[in-house]
């Protein structure tokens, strides 16, 4: 007995979705459809994209579920960990060695405006 069969069940179904039986019916077919192409449903950007875009056992695709777990991620509290666990140094600390090397590098005086990246804390210049 497929999902449409069941009278009951797709009464349910339709007042769920606030279709009509007929629009479900439809609706239905074309999700048939898709999945016997290959194709999966992001429960987070609401599209049908193929199932190579998506991880596995995950109901979102990659790019969902990136930038999901980049909106959790706090930059401030990881470079405060990293920091303290690297170098013993608060934020603050840092913030200070900075502000006393007028915000350049301490080995070449190199203002970290012409730097592509942040100073850091420790580092030669010759092995980088």
């Given at each position: 007995?497929?999902?449409?069969?069941?009278?009951?069940n797709?009464?349910?179904?339709a007042?769920?979705?606030?279709?009509?039986?007929?629009?479900?019916v439809?609706?239905?077919?074309?999700?048939?459809?898709?999945?016997?192409?290959?194709?999966?449903?992001?429960?987070?950007?609401?599209e049908?994209?193929?199932?190579?875009?998506?991880?596995?056992?995950?109901?979102?695709?990659?790019?969902c579920?990136?930038?999901?777990?980049?909106?959790?991620?706090?930059?401030d509290?990881?470079?405060?960990?990293?920091?303290?666990?690297?170098?013993?140094?608060?934020?603050?600390?840092?913030?200070?060695m900075l502000?006393?090397?007028n915000?350049?590098?301490?080995?070449?005086?190199?203002?970290?405006d012409?730097?592509?990246?942040?100073?850091?804390?420790?580092?030669?210049?010759?092995?980088?």
């Amino acid at each position: 007995m497929t999902k449409s069969s069941n009278p009951r069940n797709q009464s349910r179904r339709a007042k769920i979705r606030g279709v009509t039986i007929a629009e479900l019916v439809l609706i239905e077919q074309e999700e048939e459809s898709k999945l016997a192409q290959g194709f999966k449903w992001c429960n987070s950007c609401k599209e049908w994209k193929e199932a190579e875009h998506f991880g596995k056992a995950h109901s979102y695709c990659k790019q969902c579920y990136r930038d999901r777990s980049n909106a959790k991620y706090d930059l401030d509290k990881q470079r405060t960990y990293l920091l303290q666990k690297k170098f013993g140094l608060t934020t603050e600390e840092y913030d200070k060695m900075l502000v006393d090397q007028n915000y350049s590098c301490y080995i070449c005086n190199t203002h970290e405006d012409k730097l592509d990246r942040s100073l850091a804390v420790d580092h030669d210049h010759k092995t980088g």
